[in-house]
Protein backbone atom coordinates (compact mmCIF):
# COMPACT_ATOMS: atom_id res chain seq x y z
CA UNK A 1 0.00 0.00 0.00
CA UNK A 2 1.44 3.26 -0.86
CA UNK A 3 1.69 5.22 2.04
CA UNK A 4 2.75 8.61 1.48
CA UNK A 5 3.32 11.10 -1.77
CA UNK A 6 6.06 13.77 -2.25
CA UNK A 7 7.61 15.69 -4.36
CA UNK A 8 11.18 13.95 -3.92
CA UNK A 9 12.44 11.37 -1.99
CA UNK A 10 16.43 11.01 -1.44
CA UNK A 11 18.23 8.14 -0.88
CA UNK A 12 21.05 8.67 1.66
CA UNK A 13 21.61 11.31 4.24
CA UNK A 14 25.22 11.96 4.20
CA UNK A 15 26.20 14.96 2.99
CA UNK A 16 25.09 15.03 -0.41
CA UNK A 17 21.31 13.97 1.42
CA UNK A 18 21.12 16.40 3.79
CA UNK A 19 22.13 19.33 1.20
CA UNK A 20 19.63 18.00 -1.04
CA UNK A 21 16.87 18.33 1.79
CA UNK A 22 17.63 21.40 2.30
CA UNK A 23 17.24 23.16 -1.08
CA UNK A 24 14.05 20.98 -1.95
CA UNK A 25 12.76 22.46 1.27
CA UNK A 26 13.38 25.76 0.63
CA UNK A 27 11.97 25.47 -2.90
CA UNK A 28 9.00 24.74 -0.87
CA UNK A 29 9.27 20.93 -2.39
CA UNK A 30 7.75 18.33 -0.21
CA UNK A 31 10.85 15.84 0.19
CA UNK A 32 11.67 13.07 1.95
CA UNK A 33 14.99 11.28 2.79
CA UNK A 34 15.64 7.41 3.38
CA UNK A 35 18.77 6.58 5.42
CA UNK A 36 19.91 3.09 6.53
CA UNK A 37 22.38 4.13 9.56
CA UNK A 38 20.51 5.49 12.85
CA UNK A 39 22.01 9.36 12.31
CA UNK A 40 23.08 11.48 9.16
CA UNK A 41 26.94 11.76 8.15
CA UNK A 42 26.88 8.87 5.31
CA UNK A 43 30.90 7.54 4.82
CA UNK A 44 31.55 9.62 8.39
CA UNK A 45 28.47 7.66 10.13
CA UNK A 46 29.81 3.81 8.80
CA UNK A 47 33.65 4.24 8.56
CA UNK A 48 34.60 4.86 12.46
CA UNK A 49 37.28 2.57 12.69
CA UNK A 50 40.26 4.12 14.66
CA UNK A 51 42.61 6.58 13.05
CA UNK A 52 39.64 7.16 10.26
CA UNK A 53 40.31 11.43 8.98
CA UNK A 54 39.15 13.50 6.13
CA UNK A 55 42.76 14.26 3.46
CA UNK A 56 41.40 17.32 2.80
CA UNK A 57 42.52 20.45 4.96
CA UNK A 58 39.57 20.46 7.25
CA UNK A 59 38.89 24.37 6.37
CA UNK A 60 38.26 23.43 3.04
CA UNK A 61 36.28 20.22 3.56
CA UNK A 62 32.77 21.78 4.40
CA UNK A 63 29.94 23.45 3.07
CA UNK A 64 29.67 27.10 2.04
CA UNK A 65 26.66 27.32 1.10
CA UNK A 66 25.79 29.44 4.72
CA UNK A 67 27.90 32.24 5.43
CA UNK A 68 26.98 31.95 9.20
CA UNK A 69 27.53 27.95 8.96
CA UNK A 70 31.33 28.42 8.04
CA UNK A 71 32.36 31.06 9.91
CA UNK A 72 30.29 29.60 13.01
CA UNK A 73 32.05 26.10 12.92
CA UNK A 74 35.61 25.39 14.45
CA UNK A 75 37.58 22.42 13.37
CA UNK A 76 39.74 21.70 15.96
CA UNK A 77 43.24 19.57 13.45
CA UNK A 78 44.44 20.60 9.73
CA UNK A 79 43.00 17.04 8.56
CA UNK A 80 39.85 16.12 10.83
CA UNK A 81 38.87 13.01 12.60
CA UNK A 82 35.85 11.23 11.89
CA UNK A 83 34.27 12.11 15.08
CA UNK A 84 34.59 15.50 14.47
CA UNK A 85 32.98 15.51 11.21
CA UNK A 86 30.29 13.55 12.06
CA UNK A 87 29.25 16.01 15.22
CA UNK A 88 29.85 18.08 11.84
CA UNK A 89 26.93 16.52 9.99
CA UNK A 90 24.90 16.07 13.18
CA UNK A 91 25.54 20.20 13.83
CA UNK A 92 24.11 20.87 10.70
CA UNK A 93 21.07 18.20 10.79
CA UNK A 94 20.01 20.03 13.74
CA UNK A 95 20.72 23.43 12.60
CA UNK A 96 18.58 23.34 9.78
CA UNK A 97 16.24 20.86 11.05
CA UNK A 98 16.83 17.88 8.76
CA UNK A 99 16.00 15.71 11.05
CA UNK A 100 12.51 15.36 10.91
CA UNK A 101 12.32 14.77 7.11
CA UNK A 102 14.66 12.07 7.24
CA UNK A 103 13.27 8.46 8.24
CA UNK A 104 16.56 6.61 9.37
CA UNK A 105 17.22 2.67 10.00
CA UNK A 106 15.54 2.77 6.64
CA UNK A 107 16.93 0.83 3.61
CA UNK A 108 15.68 1.69 -0.13
CA UNK A 109 15.05 -1.99 -1.69
CA UNK A 110 13.31 -0.57 -5.30
CA UNK A 111 12.56 2.65 -7.34
CA UNK A 112 10.25 2.29 -10.13
CA UNK A 113 9.37 4.69 -12.62
CA UNK A 114 5.64 4.29 -13.28
CA UNK A 115 5.17 4.31 -16.96
CA UNK A 116 1.31 5.81 -16.76
CA UNK A 117 1.51 8.41 -13.57
CA UNK A 118 5.05 9.39 -14.60
CA UNK A 119 6.29 9.01 -10.93
CA UNK A 120 8.52 6.69 -8.78
CA UNK A 121 7.04 4.24 -6.67
CA UNK A 122 9.52 3.31 -3.88
CA UNK A 123 10.35 0.71 -1.44
CA UNK A 124 12.01 0.02 1.54
CA UNK A 125 12.95 -3.01 3.23
CA UNK A 126 9.76 -3.65 5.64
CA UNK A 127 7.42 -3.25 2.08
CA UNK A 128 6.87 0.54 2.77
CA UNK A 129 6.05 2.41 -0.45
CA UNK A 130 5.84 5.71 -1.30
CA UNK A 131 5.73 7.86 -4.32
CA UNK A 132 7.55 10.45 -5.57
CA UNK A 133 7.75 12.66 -8.64
CA UNK A 134 11.63 13.06 -8.42
CA UNK A 135 14.02 10.06 -7.30
CA UNK A 136 17.08 11.55 -6.25
CA UNK A 137 20.30 9.56 -5.14
CA UNK A 138 22.46 10.56 -2.91
CA UNK A 139 24.50 7.12 -2.17
CA UNK A 140 28.29 7.82 -2.11
CA UNK A 141 30.69 6.86 -4.62
CA UNK A 142 32.61 4.73 -1.17
CA UNK A 143 29.84 3.01 0.66
CA UNK A 144 29.44 -0.46 -0.63
CA UNK A 145 31.95 -2.36 1.64
CA UNK A 146 33.78 -4.86 -0.44
CA UNK A 147 33.40 -8.41 1.98
CA UNK A 148 36.00 -10.85 0.10
CA UNK A 149 34.86 -13.90 -1.21
CA UNK A 150 37.86 -15.46 0.85
CA UNK A 151 36.41 -19.02 1.56
CA UNK A 152 35.71 -19.67 5.29
CA UNK A 153 35.02 -16.02 5.81
CA UNK A 154 32.28 -17.03 8.30
CA UNK A 155 33.70 -19.94 10.06
CA UNK A 156 36.11 -17.52 12.29
CA UNK A 157 35.50 -17.88 16.11
CA UNK A 158 37.26 -14.70 16.99
CA UNK A 159 36.04 -10.90 16.24
CA UNK A 160 35.71 -9.77 12.88
CA UNK A 161 35.31 -6.42 11.70
CA UNK A 162 34.91 -4.24 8.66
CA UNK A 163 36.25 -1.37 9.21
CA UNK A 164 33.22 0.92 7.11
CA UNK A 165 31.16 -1.02 9.17
CA UNK A 166 32.82 -0.59 12.45
CA UNK A 167 30.99 -0.94 15.63
CA UNK A 168 29.90 2.52 17.25
CA UNK A 169 31.68 1.21 20.90
CA UNK A 170 35.22 1.73 20.76
CA UNK A 171 37.12 -1.80 20.15
CA UNK A 172 39.86 -2.45 22.66
CA UNK A 173 42.58 -4.62 20.97
CA UNK A 174 45.01 -4.64 24.11
CA UNK A 175 46.27 -7.82 24.37
CA UNK A 176 45.26 -9.27 21.53
CA UNK A 177 46.29 -11.01 18.35
CA UNK A 178 45.00 -9.00 15.30
CA UNK A 179 45.17 -10.09 11.76
CA UNK A 180 44.63 -6.94 9.15
CA UNK A 181 43.41 -7.91 5.69
CA UNK A 182 44.21 -5.04 3.55
CA UNK A 183 46.62 -1.98 3.20
CA UNK A 184 44.75 0.90 1.05
CA UNK A 185 44.05 4.18 2.89
CA UNK A 186 41.72 2.87 5.91
CA UNK A 187 44.45 0.08 6.64
CA UNK A 188 47.00 3.02 6.53
CA UNK A 189 45.09 5.10 8.53
CA UNK A 190 44.13 2.36 10.99
CA UNK A 191 46.61 0.09 11.74
CA UNK A 192 49.08 2.82 13.59
CA UNK A 193 45.95 3.03 16.27
CA UNK A 194 45.52 -0.62 16.54
CA UNK A 195 49.29 -1.03 16.70
CA UNK A 196 49.57 0.62 19.72
CA UNK A 197 47.24 -1.53 21.15
CA UNK A 198 47.66 -5.08 19.75
CA UNK A 199 49.60 -7.73 21.21
CA UNK A 200 50.29 -8.18 17.88
CA UNK A 201 49.42 -7.12 14.75
CA UNK A 202 49.87 -8.66 11.21
CA UNK A 203 49.38 -6.89 7.83
CA UNK A 204 48.23 -8.89 4.62
CA UNK A 205 48.93 -7.04 1.86
CA UNK A 206 48.42 -8.33 -1.45
CA UNK A 207 49.72 -4.78 -3.09
CA UNK A 208 51.74 -2.39 -0.99
CA UNK A 209 50.66 1.54 -1.30
CA UNK A 210 52.44 5.09 -1.51
CA UNK A 211 51.71 7.49 1.24
CA UNK A 212 52.57 10.52 1.94
CA UNK A 213 52.86 11.84 5.80
CA UNK A 214 49.64 13.87 6.64
CA UNK A 215 51.85 16.03 9.31
CA UNK A 216 48.53 16.81 11.04
CA UNK A 217 48.43 19.11 14.00
CA UNK A 218 45.82 21.39 15.66
CA UNK A 219 44.65 24.54 13.48
CA UNK A 220 46.78 27.42 12.81
CA UNK A 221 44.35 30.34 14.34
CA UNK A 222 46.16 32.95 12.36
CA UNK A 223 45.41 30.69 8.99
CA UNK A 224 41.83 30.10 9.97
CA UNK A 225 41.09 33.38 10.72
CA UNK A 226 42.57 34.40 7.50
CA UNK A 227 40.49 31.74 5.52
CA UNK A 228 37.26 32.52 7.48
CA UNK A 229 37.79 36.71 6.60
CA UNK A 230 37.84 35.50 2.76
CA UNK A 231 35.74 32.20 2.26
CA UNK A 232 33.97 33.32 -0.78
CA UNK A 233 37.19 34.31 -2.47
CA UNK A 234 39.10 31.51 -1.69
CA UNK A 235 35.92 29.14 -2.45
CA UNK A 236 35.70 30.46 -5.75
CA UNK A 237 39.16 30.04 -6.78
CA UNK A 238 38.91 26.57 -5.52
CA UNK A 239 36.23 26.21 -8.42
CA UNK A 240 38.95 26.89 -10.91
CA UNK A 241 41.20 24.35 -9.73
CA UNK A 242 41.50 20.90 -11.16
CA UNK A 243 40.26 18.91 -7.50
CA UNK A 244 38.54 22.14 -6.29
CA UNK A 245 40.92 22.06 -3.77
CA UNK A 246 43.10 25.26 -2.90
CA UNK A 247 46.47 24.57 -2.13
CA UNK A 248 50.04 24.87 -3.52
CA UNK A 249 49.79 23.51 -7.12
CA UNK A 250 52.56 23.82 -9.67
CA UNK A 251 52.23 24.76 -13.08
CA UNK A 252 55.42 23.23 -15.13
CA UNK A 253 56.15 19.97 -16.54
CA UNK A 254 58.56 17.61 -14.33
CA UNK A 255 59.97 16.58 -18.12
CA UNK A 256 61.28 19.58 -18.51
CA UNK A 257 62.49 20.02 -14.89
CA UNK A 258 66.40 19.29 -14.19
CA UNK A 259 65.87 16.49 -11.76
CA UNK A 260 67.82 18.50 -8.84
CA UNK A 261 64.93 20.99 -8.94
CA UNK A 262 62.23 18.11 -8.72
CA UNK A 263 64.11 16.29 -5.82
CA UNK A 264 63.96 19.74 -4.06
CA UNK A 265 60.54 20.62 -4.94
CA UNK A 266 59.25 16.68 -3.79
CA UNK A 267 61.10 17.30 -0.49
CA UNK A 268 59.89 20.63 0.00
CA UNK A 269 56.43 18.94 -0.57
CA UNK A 270 56.78 15.71 1.21
CA UNK A 271 57.81 17.42 4.41
CA UNK A 272 54.69 19.68 3.76
CA UNK A 273 52.26 16.40 3.40
CA UNK A 274 49.59 15.68 2.12
CA UNK A 275 47.61 14.68 -0.76
CA UNK A 276 49.17 17.63 -3.14
CA UNK A 277 52.27 15.66 -2.72
CA UNK A 278 52.44 15.21 -6.51
CA UNK A 279 51.16 18.24 -7.22
CA UNK A 280 54.32 20.06 -8.21
CA UNK A 281 53.86 19.09 -11.89
CA UNK A 282 51.42 19.20 -14.34
CA UNK A 283 52.55 15.93 -15.89
CA UNK A 284 52.72 13.55 -12.38
CA UNK A 285 49.89 11.48 -13.77
CA UNK A 286 50.38 11.49 -17.46
CA UNK A 287 54.37 11.04 -18.13
CA UNK A 288 55.90 7.92 -17.13
CA UNK A 289 59.65 9.52 -16.29
CA UNK A 290 57.84 11.94 -14.34
CA UNK A 291 55.98 9.97 -12.28
CA UNK A 292 59.07 7.36 -11.80
CA UNK A 293 60.80 9.86 -10.52
CA UNK A 294 58.02 10.74 -7.54
CA UNK A 295 57.72 7.29 -7.24
CA UNK A 296 61.21 6.85 -6.53
CA UNK A 297 61.21 9.29 -3.76
CA UNK A 298 58.45 7.89 -1.99
CA UNK A 299 60.32 4.62 -1.96
CA UNK A 300 63.87 5.58 -0.76
CA UNK A 301 61.34 7.33 2.05
CA UNK A 302 60.23 4.10 2.89
CA UNK A 303 63.29 2.21 3.05
CA UNK A 304 64.58 5.30 4.70
CA UNK A 305 61.82 4.88 7.90
CA UNK A 306 61.42 1.04 7.67
CA UNK A 307 64.73 -0.32 9.65
CA UNK A 308 64.27 -4.13 8.62
CA UNK A 309 65.35 -4.06 4.81
CA UNK A 310 63.53 -7.15 3.48
CA UNK A 311 60.12 -5.72 5.37
CA UNK A 312 61.10 -2.01 3.83
CA UNK A 313 61.10 -3.87 0.24
CA UNK A 314 57.91 -5.42 0.68
CA UNK A 315 56.18 -2.64 1.14
CA UNK A 316 57.79 -0.46 -1.81
CA UNK A 317 55.24 0.00 -4.19
CA UNK A 318 56.06 -1.03 -7.84
CA UNK A 319 53.40 0.30 -9.86
CA UNK A 320 53.12 4.00 -10.93
CA UNK A 321 52.74 6.51 -7.76
CA UNK A 322 48.75 8.28 -7.80
CA UNK A 323 47.08 5.75 -10.15
CA UNK A 324 45.44 4.41 -6.81
CA UNK A 325 44.49 7.26 -5.02
CA UNK A 326 47.64 8.18 -2.85
CA UNK A 327 47.43 7.80 1.15
CA UNK A 328 48.02 10.18 3.89
CA UNK A 329 49.13 8.38 6.98
CA UNK A 330 49.83 9.45 10.13
CA UNK A 331 53.15 7.25 11.17
CA UNK A 332 51.94 4.45 9.05
CA UNK A 333 55.53 2.94 7.74
CA UNK A 334 57.37 3.64 11.23
CA UNK A 335 54.62 0.53 13.01
CA UNK A 336 56.75 -1.61 10.54
CA UNK A 337 59.64 -0.57 13.17
CA UNK A 338 57.88 -2.00 16.25
CA UNK A 339 58.25 -5.43 17.14
CA UNK A 340 54.60 -6.19 17.72
CA UNK A 341 53.98 -5.26 13.96
CA UNK A 342 54.55 -7.57 11.06
CA UNK A 343 53.79 -8.24 7.38
CA UNK A 344 52.71 -11.31 5.41
CA UNK A 345 52.70 -10.72 1.37
CA UNK A 346 50.01 -12.66 -0.10
CA UNK A 347 50.07 -11.84 -4.20
CA UNK A 348 52.25 -14.92 -4.47
CA UNK A 349 50.83 -16.54 -1.62
CA UNK A 350 47.50 -15.87 -1.48
CA UNK A 351 45.07 -16.48 2.02
CA UNK A 352 43.87 -19.74 0.93
CA UNK A 353 41.01 -19.49 3.46
CA UNK A 354 39.69 -18.22 7.12
CA UNK A 355 39.62 -21.16 9.47
CA UNK A 356 37.97 -21.13 12.85
CA UNK A 357 41.37 -19.87 14.86
CA UNK A 358 42.32 -17.56 12.13
CA UNK A 359 44.43 -17.36 8.45
CA UNK A 360 45.69 -19.97 6.46
CA UNK A 361 48.31 -19.16 3.80
CA UNK A 362 50.86 -20.99 2.32
CA UNK A 363 49.73 -24.13 3.86
CA UNK A 364 49.88 -22.52 7.84
CA UNK A 365 47.74 -21.94 9.70
CA UNK A 366 48.22 -18.42 11.36
CA UNK A 367 46.01 -17.73 14.86
CA UNK A 368 44.57 -14.71 15.45
CA UNK A 369 42.02 -13.55 18.24
CA UNK A 370 40.45 -10.52 15.62
CA UNK A 371 40.30 -10.27 11.90
CA UNK A 372 40.00 -7.02 10.40
CA UNK A 373 38.95 -6.72 7.04
CA UNK A 374 40.16 -3.26 5.04
CA UNK A 375 39.37 -4.73 2.14
CA UNK A 376 37.49 -1.35 0.16
CA UNK A 377 34.84 -0.92 -1.64
CA UNK A 378 32.53 -1.44 -4.77
CA UNK A 379 32.98 1.51 -5.69
CA UNK A 380 30.28 4.29 -7.26
CA UNK A 381 27.55 1.65 -8.61
CA UNK A 382 27.89 -1.11 -6.03
CA UNK A 383 25.33 1.24 -3.84
CA UNK A 384 23.21 1.40 -6.82
CA UNK A 385 23.19 -2.63 -7.68
CA UNK A 386 21.86 -3.12 -4.05
CA UNK A 387 18.69 -1.29 -5.08
CA UNK A 388 16.28 -2.72 -8.15
CA UNK A 389 16.38 0.96 -10.25
CA UNK A 390 13.90 0.47 -12.59
CA UNK A 391 13.07 2.90 -15.46
CA UNK A 392 10.46 3.47 -18.21
CA UNK A 393 9.26 -0.30 -19.31
CA UNK A 394 10.85 -1.65 -16.66
CA UNK A 395 14.55 -1.69 -17.87
CA UNK A 396 16.42 -2.64 -14.79
CA UNK A 397 19.58 -0.07 -14.11
CA UNK A 398 21.84 -3.20 -13.15
CA UNK A 399 20.66 -3.73 -16.97
CA UNK A 400 21.66 -0.38 -18.56
CA UNK A 401 24.80 -0.70 -16.89
CA UNK A 402 26.04 -4.32 -17.43
CA UNK A 403 28.99 -3.07 -19.56
CA UNK A 404 29.34 -0.10 -17.34
CA UNK A 405 27.39 3.13 -15.90
CA UNK A 406 26.56 5.65 -18.71
CA UNK A 407 25.22 8.65 -17.54
CA UNK A 408 24.76 12.63 -18.92
CA UNK A 409 27.29 14.38 -16.62
CA UNK A 410 26.93 12.20 -14.00
CA UNK A 411 23.57 12.52 -12.97
CA UNK A 412 21.09 11.84 -15.25
CA UNK A 413 20.07 8.25 -16.54
CA UNK A 414 18.40 7.87 -19.94
CA UNK A 415 15.25 5.92 -19.90
CA UNK A 416 14.84 7.16 -16.21
CA UNK A 417 13.55 10.12 -16.17
CA UNK A 418 13.10 12.50 -13.00
CA UNK A 419 16.16 10.26 -11.43
CA UNK A 420 19.13 12.46 -10.71
CA UNK A 421 22.22 11.18 -9.07
CA UNK A 422 24.69 12.86 -6.93
CA UNK A 423 28.63 12.10 -7.42
CA UNK A 424 27.56 9.58 -9.76
CA UNK A 425 29.79 7.45 -11.79
CA UNK A 426 31.43 9.87 -14.60
CA UNK A 427 31.03 12.92 -12.62
CA UNK A 428 33.92 14.33 -10.77
CA UNK A 429 33.41 13.11 -7.08
CA UNK A 430 36.26 11.23 -5.81
CA UNK A 431 39.11 13.38 -8.18
CA UNK A 432 37.94 16.81 -5.94
CA UNK A 433 37.00 18.22 -2.85
CA UNK A 434 33.65 15.96 -2.06
CA UNK A 435 31.89 18.53 0.12
CA UNK A 436 31.66 21.81 -2.34
CA UNK A 437 31.44 19.51 -5.46
CA UNK A 438 28.16 17.81 -3.91
CA UNK A 439 27.04 21.23 -3.27
CA UNK A 440 27.60 22.27 -6.67
CA UNK A 441 25.90 18.84 -8.01
CA UNK A 442 22.90 19.33 -5.64
CA UNK A 443 22.66 23.11 -6.95
CA UNK A 444 22.64 21.43 -10.56
CA UNK A 445 20.08 19.03 -10.17
CA UNK A 446 17.69 21.17 -7.64
CA UNK A 447 17.67 23.82 -10.32
CA UNK A 448 16.65 21.50 -13.07
CA UNK A 449 13.83 20.43 -10.88
CA UNK A 450 13.01 24.14 -10.43
CA UNK A 451 13.56 25.11 -14.10
CA UNK A 452 10.99 21.86 -14.73
CA UNK A 453 8.55 23.70 -13.10
CA UNK A 454 8.80 27.02 -14.49
CA UNK A 455 8.28 25.80 -17.96
CA UNK A 456 5.08 23.99 -16.33
CA UNK A 457 6.61 20.75 -17.43
CA UNK A 458 6.77 17.46 -15.14
CA UNK A 459 9.40 15.04 -16.80
CA UNK A 460 13.01 15.35 -17.50
CA UNK A 461 15.16 12.68 -19.02
CA UNK A 462 18.37 12.69 -20.43
CA UNK A 463 18.32 11.94 -24.29
CA UNK A 464 20.26 8.73 -25.26
CA UNK A 465 22.64 10.52 -27.52
CA UNK A 466 23.78 12.98 -24.52
CA UNK A 467 24.46 9.79 -22.98
CA UNK A 468 26.16 8.24 -25.76
CA UNK A 469 28.32 11.48 -26.09
CA UNK A 470 29.02 11.58 -22.09
CA UNK A 471 30.50 7.83 -21.85
CA UNK A 472 32.52 8.38 -24.91
CA UNK A 473 34.05 12.05 -23.64
CA UNK A 474 34.72 10.82 -20.00
CA UNK A 475 36.43 8.30 -21.66
CA UNK A 476 38.66 9.81 -24.10
CA UNK A 477 39.66 11.92 -20.87
CA UNK A 478 40.60 9.32 -18.72
CA UNK A 479 42.15 8.13 -21.82
CA UNK A 480 45.66 9.72 -21.60
CA UNK A 481 46.37 9.85 -17.75
CA UNK A 482 48.75 6.87 -16.33
CA UNK A 483 45.20 5.77 -13.65
CA UNK A 484 43.14 4.44 -16.87
CA UNK A 485 45.69 2.07 -17.57
CA UNK A 486 46.10 0.44 -13.42
CA UNK A 487 44.34 -1.49 -11.55
CA UNK A 488 42.17 0.30 -9.12
CA UNK A 489 38.87 0.51 -7.80
CA UNK A 490 38.37 3.74 -10.44
CA UNK A 491 38.19 1.34 -12.81
CA UNK A 492 36.23 -1.69 -10.91
CA UNK A 493 39.25 -3.97 -11.19
CA UNK A 494 39.09 -4.64 -7.09
CA UNK A 495 35.75 -6.31 -7.52
CA UNK A 496 35.80 -9.45 -9.56
CA UNK A 497 33.76 -9.85 -12.91
CA UNK A 498 32.66 -6.00 -12.90
CA UNK A 499 33.50 -4.20 -16.24
CA UNK A 500 36.78 -2.03 -16.58
CA UNK A 501 35.40 1.40 -16.96
CA UNK A 502 36.96 4.39 -15.64
CA UNK A 503 34.11 5.85 -13.51
CA UNK A 504 35.35 8.91 -11.92
CA UNK A 505 35.24 12.43 -14.69
CA UNK A 506 39.20 12.84 -15.51
CA UNK A 507 38.94 16.61 -17.31
CA UNK A 508 38.66 18.17 -13.71
CA UNK A 509 36.57 20.50 -12.24
CA UNK A 510 36.10 23.73 -14.23
CA UNK A 511 35.48 21.88 -17.09
CA UNK A 512 33.32 19.69 -15.84
CA UNK A 513 31.37 23.03 -14.53
CA UNK A 514 31.70 24.89 -17.65
CA UNK A 515 29.76 21.39 -19.24
CA UNK A 516 27.03 21.42 -16.78
CA UNK A 517 26.62 25.41 -17.14
CA UNK A 518 26.75 25.09 -21.14
CA UNK A 519 24.16 22.73 -20.43
CA UNK A 520 21.72 25.31 -18.72
CA UNK A 521 22.88 27.42 -20.90
CA UNK A 522 21.56 26.18 -23.84
CA UNK A 523 17.61 25.16 -22.12
CA UNK A 524 18.92 22.40 -21.01
CA UNK A 525 20.51 20.35 -24.23
CA UNK A 526 20.60 16.68 -23.99
CA UNK A 527 17.48 16.34 -22.02
CA UNK A 528 13.84 15.87 -23.08
CA UNK A 529 11.50 17.65 -21.02
CA UNK A 530 8.22 17.43 -21.22
O1 LIG B 1 40.17 0.47 0.03
P1 LIG B 1 41.25 0.07 -1.09
P2 LIG B 1 40.31 1.55 1.19
N1 LIG B 1 42.80 -10.49 -0.20
O2 LIG B 1 40.47 -0.55 -2.20
C1 LIG B 1 42.98 -5.41 -0.31
C2 LIG B 1 38.92 6.50 0.42
N2 LIG B 1 39.45 6.56 1.76
O3 LIG B 1 39.08 1.45 2.01
O4 LIG B 1 45.16 -3.44 -3.78
C3 LIG B 1 43.77 -9.65 0.15
O5 LIG B 1 42.15 1.18 -1.42
C4 LIG B 1 43.38 -4.63 -1.51
O6 LIG B 1 44.43 -5.24 -2.20
P3 LIG B 1 44.66 -4.86 -3.77
C5 LIG B 1 40.07 6.79 -0.53
O7 LIG B 1 39.58 7.43 -1.65
C6 LIG B 1 39.95 7.72 2.15
O8 LIG B 1 41.59 1.42 1.87
O9 LIG B 1 43.31 -4.97 -4.43
N3 LIG B 1 43.68 -8.32 0.07
C7 LIG B 1 43.77 -3.31 -0.84
O10 LIG B 1 45.03 -3.38 -0.25
C8 LIG B 1 40.56 5.40 -0.82
O11 LIG B 1 41.30 5.30 -2.00
C9 LIG B 1 40.53 7.82 3.35
O12 LIG B 1 45.62 -5.85 -4.24
C10 LIG B 1 42.53 -7.83 -0.40
C11 LIG B 1 42.73 -3.20 0.27
O13 LIG B 1 42.23 -4.50 0.49
C12 LIG B 1 39.27 4.64 -0.86
O14 LIG B 1 38.49 5.18 0.17
C13 LIG B 1 40.61 6.75 4.20
C14 LIG B 1 41.46 -8.66 -0.79
C15 LIG B 1 41.60 -2.30 -0.11
O15 LIG B 1 42.10 -1.02 -0.35
C16 LIG B 1 39.38 3.16 -0.63
O16 LIG B 1 40.31 2.91 0.42
C17 LIG B 1 40.08 5.56 3.79
C18 LIG B 1 41.63 -10.04 -0.68
N4 LIG B 1 40.67 -10.90 -1.05
C19 LIG B 1 39.50 5.47 2.56
N5 LIG B 1 40.45 -7.86 -1.21
C20 LIG B 1 41.10 9.11 3.71
O17 LIG B 1 42.26 9.20 4.04
C21 LIG B 1 40.89 -6.59 -1.09
N6 LIG B 1 42.14 -6.56 -0.60
C22 LIG B 1 40.24 10.27 3.57
Redesign the pocket.
Known sequence: MVQDEYDAVVVGAGFAGMYLLHRLRQMGLRAKAFETGSDVGGTWYW?RYPG????VESMQYSYQFDEELQQDWEWSERYSPQPEILRYARHVADRFDLRRDIQFETRVTAARFQDDSKDWLITTEDGTQVRARYFLTAVGC?SSF?K???PGIDDFKGNSYF??QWPHEPVDFTGQRVAM???????M?SSPEIAKQAKSLTL????P?YSIPSHNGPQDPEYVAYVKANYPELRARAKQIYGGVLDDWGETEGKHTPKDVMEKELERRWRRGGLTFLGGYTDSMYDKDTNEFAAEFVRRKIREIVKDPETAELLCPTNEIGV??I??DTGYFQIFNRPNVSIME??NT??ERISEKGIVRGGVEHEFDSIVY????DAFTGSYNRIDIRGRGGVRLKDHWEAGPRNFLGMAVAGFPNMFTVTGPLSPS?FTNMLPTIEQSVEWITDAIEYVREQDKSVIEATETAEDYWVRHCDEVARPSLRYHA?C?YLGS?IPGKPRVFMPYNAGLPAYIEKCEQVVANDYEGFAVA
Open positions: NARVDLNPAITAIGTGSTAQFQRTNKRCVVRPIATGFVDWN
